[in-house]
């Protein structure tokens, strides 16, 4: 009898829930798997809305995974300084069989060194930065570069998933999985990629995110700094 997969989406402080919380309805419908949530220590992590999350494990306890995965948020912007984060990651994909991501969380893959020469998705407001980790920045919903899947903003995180599976297990299970959570997306707006949003949304976004992109800009130069 087969080990169980081993799938573990690492937590921290202002995470987006639904970078995880998607993945992790899709992970936890796999046959067998076994899906930790990690942080540091036991303790609540607060996201970035109301939520908080209690992890199953902690960077000391995990095992070896067959998948890591690191979601995005606004707490990134944190963890790609993050010693203890990046020694966790680097150790992890030592032995992972995929080095995942999705939104920013590809930044922090970044700043950990493993996506140097590695085609990467993340969100449309970070695309700019992946390339001061060596990463190549790829507009796509899944990208998939040798054992390297990252996926784009949010939203994506659930074709990341699926995506994923398909590769883990097999196609077959990937459809059941998501006919079984009716993924079947119709938005109500074509307003959900900078390529379509309307010039005057797309204008208001930019100009509400502008501190945080430069806070991002000088918090992901000390990162790659340190990468050399």
Same mark, same amino acid.
């Given at each position: 009898m087969s080990a169980p997969l081993q799938i573990g989406l690492v937590l921290f402080p202002k995470v987006t829930q639904l970078d995880?919380?998607?993945?992790?309805?899709?992970? /936890? /419908?796999?046959?067998?798997?076994?899906?930790?949530?990690?942080?540091?220590?036991?303790?609540?992590?607060?996201?970035d809305s109301v939520m908080t999350i209690t992890p199953t494990t902690t960077f000391a306890d995990c095992p070896q995974l067959d998948v890591i995965c690191v979601p995005g948020g606004f707490g990134t912007d944190d963890m790609i300084n993050d010693e203890e984060m990046l020694a966790f990651l680097k150790k992890q994909a030592d032995g992972a069989r995929y080095v995942t991501s999705v939104c920013t969380g590809s930044l922090v893959l970044g700043a950990a060194g493993l996506l140097?020469?590695?085609? &990467?998705?993340?969100?449309?407001?970070?695309?700019?930065?992946?390339?001061?980790?060596? &990463?190549?920045?790829?507009?796509?919903?899944?990208?998939?570069?040798?054992?390297?899947?990252?996926?784009?903003?949010?939203t994506a995180g659930i074709d990341f998933a699926l995506t994923l599976v398909s590769l883990l297990v097999d196609r077959r299970t990937a459809e059941a999985i998501q006919l079984r959570l009716e993924y079947n997306p119709a938005p109500p707006f074509n307003s959900g990629s900078p390529d379509t949003a309307p010039p005057e949304i797309l204008a208001l976004m930019k100009d509400k995110i502008a501190p945080a992109q430069a806070r991002r800009g000088e918090m992901i130069g000390r990162a &790659?700094?340190?990468l050399g």
């Open positions: 995880f919380t998607g993945p992790l309805q899709v992970f /936890s /419908s796999v046959p067998g798997a076994q899906v930790h949530l990690i942080w540091k220590r036991i303790e609540p992590v607060s996201s140097k020469g590695y085609r &990467a998705a993340t969100h449309w407001t970070a695309m700019e930065f992946l390339s001061a980790f060596g &990463a190549i920045p790829t507009k796509t919903r899944v990208c998939v570069d040798r054992n390297r899947v990252t996926g784009g903003g949010v &790659a700094a340190k």
